[in-house]
């Protein structure tokens, strides 16, 4: 069973930034294209960002675009989300994602992920 971790959560005020890392624990984890997503109380889990496992293909959603950045290295197989210019509305739990079905592509549906992190809280006060 693949695992991921997530890192990089805290309390910041808006207008900060925040940088989130995931890597994958225990064994090795599968290729794919890798996600970022995040959930408020009462809400379904939302779409960030995502990028392919090559690398040529990046998504966000239009919330964040223009102020947070994915990358990964592949080499470990490891996610990153630059944040910046935080708001409020940008409080939640931000999970990680891989998709081991697809390496050229991405996906903004929770359900096209395969495994998912446990989540690591941001939270932007005013």
């Known amino acids: 069973q693949v695992q991921l971790e997530e890192s990089g959560g805290g309390l910041v005020q808006a207008g900060d930034s925040l940088r989130l890392s995931c890597a994958p624990t225990g064994r090795p984890a599968d290729v794919g294209a890798m996600g970022w997503f995040r959930q408020t109380a009462g809400k379904e889990r939302e779409f960030v960002a995502a990028q392919s496992y090559t690398g040529g293909v990046t998504a966000y959603a239009d919330s964040v675009k223009g102020r947070f950045t994915i990358s990964r290295t592949n080499a470990k197989n490891t996610v990153y989300l630059q944040m910046n210019s935080l708001k409020p509305e940008d409080t939640a739990i931000y999970y990680c994602?891989?998709?081991?079905?697809?390496?050229?592509?991405?996906?903004?549906?929770?359900?096209?992920?395969?495994?998912w992190g446990q989540g690591t809280q941001v939270t932007v006060s005013s």
């Open positions: 994602a891989l998709d081991a079905t697809k390496l050229w592509t991405v996906g903004r549906a929770p359900n096209e992920y395969d495994y």
